[in-house]
């Protein structure tokens, strides 16, 4: 809203206001104290509270990404922006100030409870990704049209919608309307929205909110349909037999082949043509059937290659953690003795054994990283042998069938060539002048020009069959090579040197608190 | 008749018995002694003199005939046939096998009446459901009734009591014990047969000193099978095993040597404490007589064929070597004697009835499947089938033609119906109460409500056989209103170990403590009902300077709280009362959490331990998927915490860390000294907690002591006989419902008594009298509308009066009259006019029913049955 005394200069959030906001609104007391001193991190900051400040502009916010509470409430901002990087924003209260447009919201998926109460918004917009909003204030705003809260029914958690002091509420159908078309809400304009008005408002939008319903139901079942499709071609490519089950390669193969289109429509071809492609489609089928089965078994060696390491590192790490329990067992006894012990000379013997007892288990604790090390690295080695195997025979059977394919697409060559030549003389003889279109006419003029055109066409089909061959097989080499190479290095490389350090880390700590002790009781 | 039987029974010549054919051997080997030294030997044979056996008339009991209904005196025709015909049997027996001991086929009854022993067996299914299963029946059976032991041991007894006498005697031989269980189990549709055979004396007598008390064998855990560890195709290889192989082998043989004379020491002090229990030698072995029941399977799902034991009640597999012979069965349909041989003991005894090689039948209709004939000697068989019945039909024709066309079947049972009222049965030993004896066990069973505390049955197990030295007492109650079910006293540790039924308030599920220090602080072991605790604790475990608890299923995932307690600081000065509630200092407290799933590892704190005595705060953390050790913190309390309102100063001193990566960043100032406040408000919480533990345990023995003072019992709403309340309500009811009865009959007023009595109350009314009575009725009730119209009129006239009378007076003295008499008078005026309004209604009303009133008189006169024949 605009305000009357407007006399404050329009402010604009710098750091200095934030860091006022942030120290008073951060920890009191003692806490504060220790928090003055220590500076207040922006990014570690949960809430922050500006209001009343004559903000005109949201700047300035992108240090803050923890924040989950933002209060922007009694500013004059006129657009929502600059708040893209709050992305775990769950509670954003902007309201009585003067924005026109919902809009740069789309990050804030968190977002739970939105404020925007006393603004000058005309649609209810731009909130597509909001999808976890169960509170919304829109009240004194400038929304006139009922059918523009259709678009709040995708909000499926909304329970409290305040919409009061609109234009709109002045119609009479305003309330029924809201509470037919948002069935979910709870609470409407501040009340309690009892199932007795519920049923009656539904009943009097029945027709429509039917309709809609259907639609809506309809169009979930097109997207279902749709990620199931989506899915299964997935599942299809990672088995690198993608659309192998259809025409494809048969279409493809005739995509870019113009005159082989036009060669097709010679007279006397069509059973070539028909057998032609089902024994095409049928061999496709074969290496799709095939290129399933030997995916699903690739899987299957992988997941039980996985569980066996994951295993071992689990047995692994037990007695890793054994070995430190026990000897977190003795630390423990022998700093009680020690701690009783008056003898210099004990407790210097004390603390030399305790030296050694950390080199005993430093030992152990590496021993048991580098037999890990060990097993890890022969049965990675083995699962590369077994895979490359897998993959060395699924290339090799694919490469099989393409060939047949090869040898079939020959024997049409051939075919096409006699039914050519055949049809060349009778064109020549003007024994077929009708039944042939212009395009065809065209090759068909002289002896070398259709033998051209056929031998063109036959070798784009060989030339889509070998590209198809090798994608199939660059394809499954290159992931084979990238996921021994991912093994290789989480496995063997990262974890390794995760855990030497770790052992390091813990061994360095045990001799300082050692050393730290005696230094005390020196 | 006889050549038939002859025929149709393939009585085989078996075996004497072992005990006569050894008589027999030592008889003959004395004879050749004689030739020896004959002078010598008369003289000693001289000197035994041979008394004929005295017949001593055993004293049986006499009953009175009087509460026998006829079937117990008398024999019916057809019983009297069965008779005839087990003699002849017995005869045949006797004829054909003459060292087979006698059978027992027709003893008398209570009555002194011969009654065959199939017909005294009465299946009966009693509507108790523990009687519906073979154990519970056999159990019922073995504690109801009180043992009398055959006597001479090796006899047959002379009577067979019917088993409705037997249970309302509560005590019987084992032959009635038998026959009673059998009756059960037919009746609950088992296939149950009586035996009469031989066992060894402790079966005979009942005596089980020397069996294992079956509520103290312990029930065969059924181990888990530890679940094979897969192979799979990339386990990893174990780790190089580098031990001398040869060193390793030394070892083992060397364990297994001892090992082996360990063995060999356990077995040789078994064999050793064997031969010490052994029973002593019984000269009667293998002559003593008993009976006892045999199930066989097909029937009630009952996959094996087994024995029960009449006097324990428990079941025994076939080739147990209590049972040394067995001479015949029965049921209620038949009769068989066994034709096997029995000097290895029931062992491998055949049960298939329908073998008549093995077992002679005596009823021909035996509907056991006969032992099947392969196919060639079918034809055979039937044609000697055809000839038995063409021979034993032409032989039999003369005399017993109505015999000939059917076999002679059972005559039904001439026992009555078995009756047992609900008290007998809750009752269910003598008396309520019985004793048993097993080896080193004493177990005493009490029927429910017997006992004030509500002590059911009491085990006591001793260290020796002669049950001097008690070892423990087991005790098991039903009832209590504090749900106590088992009460186990260990008394050579002191240990008590109570259980109880879920249901009680704190649901405390098994207390363990010792009795020389029931009270609190001391040594115990709480298990508790989780399930129903809103703290899901399981356990809380005590000693005198420790607890432990453990819980399971928390928001918070604390599993485990371990509080160790100093002494009480001594106080000097005068003592506080209030010091005793007071608690024992905390020294140290320790919190297991488990892992939370929704928390990074290395915030996660598993264990946090609050060493309250030297103020400092250890935390352990949990550790991440993918390393071995945890994070751990440890913190200083600040030197004022405990005063109240000081602001708590905090310096990096008073915090020491360990992280397990050391990449990540340092925790800020600010967020440790939260931490401290968060574990100081923990610490609070705990110790807090501890405190009401305490407080808990405290209520609890209290709660204790009081109810095992009080010890009173549930009676549940549905038991009339016991609960008060419900049969103080029923006797109500009761009285209600016959007061309502008298009321009734007071309703049912005779309209003319007064005109009978009038007339003298003749028996039967002439035609004239009838229409005198009906016409004074009728008239009297004339009369009677007619009075009430007129009083009705009169009190209407009347009120009417008055109010004219009080309308003139009003007129009269309208002007001088008050504000309040006016209001009086017109109150009056108004109730007046009301009452006119009534009466005249009342007066219409009369004027209607009237004559409808007389008409329902007429009606009913004409219908009464004393003068509707004259209408």
């Known amino acids: 809203m605009s305000r009357l005394y407007d006399t404050v200069e329009p402010a604009v959030i710098d750091e200095e206001m934030l860091k006022k906001a942030v120290e008073e609104q951060g920890p009191k007391e003692e806490a504060g104290k220790i928090a003055k001193q220590e500076g207040i991190d922006f990014g570690d900051v949960l809430s922050l509270r500006l209001d009343f400040l004559n903000i005109l502009k949201i700047d300035n916010l992108w240090e803050f990404t923890k924040l989950t509470k933002l209060q922007l409430d009694n500013n004059i901002i006129e657009k929502i922006e600059g708040l893209e990087s709050l992305v775990n924003l769950v509670w954003l209260d902007l309201s009585f100030n003067n924005i026109e447009v919902i809009d740069n919201l789309d990050s804030l998926t968190k977002l739970e409870d939105l404020t925007l109460y006393s603004n000058r918004i005309s649609t209810i917009e731009n909130m597509d990704s909001l999808l976890n909003l169960h509170v919304l204030s829109l009240g004194r705003n400038q929304l006139t049209d009922l059918e523009n809260l259709r678009y709040l029914r995708r909000f499926k958690n909304l329970k409290t919608l305040n919409l009061s002091d609109n234009p709109f509420c002045k119609q009479d159908e305003y309330k029924q309307y809201v509470i037919a078309f948002l069935s979910n809400l709870e609470f409407l304009d501040y009340r309690l929205v009892d199932q007795q008005s519920r049923d009656a408002a539904i009943e009097k939008y029945q027709v429509s909110r039917d309709e809609m319903l259907h639609n809506e139901k309809q169009a979930e079942i097109k997207k279902e349909d749709e990620t199931k499709r989506q899915q299964e071609l997935e599942k299809h490519k990672n088995a690198y037999v993608e659309l192998m089950n259809g025409p494809d390669l048969f279409e493809q193969m005739y995509a870019e082949d113009k005159e082989g289109q036009k060669l097709n429509e010679m007279p006397g071809l069509e059973d070539q043509l028909h057998s032609f492609k089902e024994k095409f489609m049928q061999i496709c089928t074969q290496i799709f059937d095939f290129g399933i089965a030997e995916h699903e078994k690739r899987e299957e060696e992988v997941k039980s290659f996985w569980e ?24 423990k006894r022998m700093l009680l003795e020690m701690s009783q012990m008056s003898d210099h000379k004990m407790v210097e013997q004390y603390a030399r054994d305790y030296n050694d007892k950390i080199q005993v288990l430093w030992d152990k604790l590496m021993g048991l990283e580098l037999q890990l090390v060990d097993q890890l690295e022969e049965v990675i080695k083995e699962f590369e042998r077994n895979m490359q195997d897998m993959v060395g025979t699924f290339v090799e059977n694919v490469q099989a069938l393409l060939s047949q394919c090869r040898d079939l697409e020959n024997n049409h060559h051939e075919k096409m060539m006699e039914i050519a030549i055949v049809t060349l003389e009778k064109v020549i003889k003007n024994e077929l002048d009708d039944e042939i279109s212009d395009d065809l006419k065209m090759l068909l003029v002289d002896k070398d020009t259709i033998i051209n055109a056929v031998s063109s066409s036959h070798d784009v089909h060989l030339l889509k069959i070998d590209n198809k061959e090798d994608d199939i097989v660059t394809r499954i080499n290159q992931s084979l090579k990238n996921l021994i190479e991912q093994i290789h290095q989480d496995e063997e490389i990262t974890r390794n040197r995760m855990r030497v350090s770790e052992i390091n880390n813990l061994i360095d700590h045990l001799r300082e608190e050692m050393d730290n002790l005696e230094v005390m009781q020196n | 008749m006889d050549s038939s039987e002859m025929n149709e029974g393939e009585i085989h010549q078996i075996d004497s018995d072992d005990v006569i054919k050894e008589e027999d051997e030592t008889e003959n080997e004395e004879g050749e002694d004689l030739t020896e030294d004959a002078e010598a030997l008369k003289a000693e044979l001289a000197k035994i003199v041979v008394h004929p056996p005295s017949y001593e008339q055993s004293l049986m009991e006499e009953f009175d005939q009087a509460e026998f209904s006829p079937s117990y005196k008398d024999n019916l025709p057809k019983e009297n046939l069965v008779l005839q015909y087990a003699e002849n049997f017995r005869r045949q027996m006797v004829q054909l096998y003459r060292d087979r001991k006698p059978l027992f086929l027709n003893p008398v009854n209570e009555c002194g009446v011969e009654k065959f022993v199939c017909t005294t067996i009465r299946p009966t299914l009693l509507e108790f459901k523990e009687l ?181 009640g428990l079941s025994h597999p076939m080739d147990s070597s209590n049972y040394l012979g067995i001479e015949s069965v029965w049921n209620n349909v038949n009769y068989w004697v066994n034709m096997q041989d029995c000097s290895e003991g029931v062992k491998g005894l055949s049960f298939d009835l329908g073998d008549s090689t093995v077992w002679e039948f005596m009823f021909p209709n035996n509907d056991k499947p006969l032992l099947k004939i392969p196919d060639a000697e079918d034809d055979l068989n039937d044609m000697d089938d055809d000839e038995r019945k063409y021979t034993s039909s032409s032989i039999s024709t003369d005399d017993e033609e109505h015999e000939v066309e059917k076999y ?42 017997l006992m004030k505390d509500g002590l059911i049955s ?12 008690l070892m423990k007492v087991h005790e098991y109650y039903a009832h209590r209103s504090d749900k106590l079910t088992q009460k186990l006293t260990n008394h050579r540790t002191g240990q008590v170990c109570e259980n109880f039924d879920p249901g009680r308030p704190r649901c405390l599920k098994e207390h363990q403590f010792k009795s020389s220090t029931p009270g609190p602080e001391n040594e115990r072991v709480m298990i508790f009902y989780h399930e129903a605790r809103v703290d899901g604790l399981v356990k809380r475990e005590e000693t005198q300077t420790e607890m432990t608890e453990e819980y399971s299923n928390r928001d918070d995932f604390l599993f485990y709280k371990y509080v160790e307690f100093g002494k009480r600081a001594k106080k000097f000065g005068p003592q506080e009362t209030s010091s005793a509630n007071k608690g024992r200092p905390i020294n140290k407290m320790i919190q297991k959490f488990h892992r939370n799933r929704n928390k990074p590892a290395n915030e996660d704190i598993a264990e946090i331990i609050f060493h309250v005595a030297e103020d400092k705060i250890h935390i352990s953390y949990h550790t991440e998927d993918v390393r071995i050790a945890a994070s751990t913190r440890e913190f200083l309390k600040p030197p004022n915490w405990d005063e109240k309102g000081a602001v708590l100063t905090f310096n990096p001193e008073m915090h020491q860390t360990f992280q397990v990566d050391p990449m990540l960043p340092m925790n800020k100032q600010v967020e440790l000294y939260e931490m401290l406040m968060e574990l100081l408000k923990a610490e609070e919480k705990c110790r807090n907690e501890v405190r009401d533990s305490q407080n808990e345990v405290r209520n609890i023995l209290d ?32 009285r209600q419902q016959l007061e309502e009865k008298m009321r009734k009959q007071e309703m049912d007023i005779d309209y003319l008594a007064p005109f009978l009595a009038k007339i003298g109350n003749p028996e039967k009314l002439s035609k004239q009298q009838a229409f005198s009575l009906k016409e004074e009725c009728l008239a009297d009730l004339k009369q009677r509308l007619i009075d009430k119209a007129n009083l009705i009129q009169a009190r209407f006239e009347k009120e009417s009066q008055e109010l004219e009378k009080k309308q003139a007076w009003y007129q009269q003295n309208q002007v001088s009259m008050g504000k309040e008499d006016e209001e009086e008078y017109l109150t009056y005026c108004k109730e007046a006019i009301f009452r006119i309004h009534i009466l005249d209604l009342r007066l219409t009303r009369h004027k209607e029913q009237a004559p409808h009133k007389y008409m329902q008189l007429e009606q009913k006169l004409r219908n009464d049955e004393r003068l509707s024949e004259f209408f």
């Open chain 2, 408 to 449: 002679l079947d059972m005559p039904p049972s001439w026992v009555d119906a078995l009756k047992l009222s609900h008290r007998d049965f809750q009752m269910r030993c003598p008396h309520g109460k019985k004793t048993k004896v097993y080896k080193r066990a004493k177990l005493e069973k009490f029927a429910h409500y």
């Open chain 2, 703 to 734: 709660d204790r002591t009081k109810e095992e003072a009080a010890s009173e019992l549930d009676i549940s709403v549905y038991d009339t006989e016991r609960n008060e309340k419900a049969k103080k309500h029923r006797r109500e009811l009761e």
């Open chain 2, 458 to 469: 009491r085990l006591s197990v001793y260290e020796d056989r002669e049950l001097t030295d």
């Open chain 1, 308 to 331: 066996c390491v994951e295993e071992a590192k689990q047995d692994n790490k037990r007695l890793g953690m054994v070995h430190i329990d026990e000897f977190t067992e003795t630390k």
């Open chain 2, 132 to 312: 519906y299963n073979w154990d519970g029946a056999a159990e019922f059976v073995a504690d109801y009734l009180n043992i009398e032991p055959l006597k001479p041991e090796y006899e047959l007894p002379k009577r067979l009591i019917s088993p409705s006498t037997v249970l309302k005697r509560q005590k019987g031989n084992c032959f009635e014990y038998s026959t009673l269980l059998c009756s059960l189990l037919i009746g609950a549709g088992y296939d149950a047969y009586v035996i009469s055979g031989y066992a060894t004396k402790e079966t005979c007598l009942a005596d089980e000193s020397r069996d294992i008390c079956p509520l103290l064998k312990k029930k065969e855990e059924v181990q888990e099978e530890a679940r094979k560890k897969e192979m799979k195709k990339y386990n990893v290889k174990p780790p190089r095993d580098l031990r001398s192989k040869f060193e390793l082998k030394q070892e083992s043989k060397k364990e297994a040597e001892k090992q082996a004379e360990k063995e060999k020491q356990r077995k040789e002090e078994e064999e050793r404490i064997a031969e010490l229990e052994k029973p002593p030698p019984d000269p009667y072995f293998g002559l003593r007589i008993h009976a006892w029941v045999l199930v066989l399977s097909g029937k009630r799902e009952v996959p094996e064929n087994f024995f029960i034991e009449p006097f324990t």
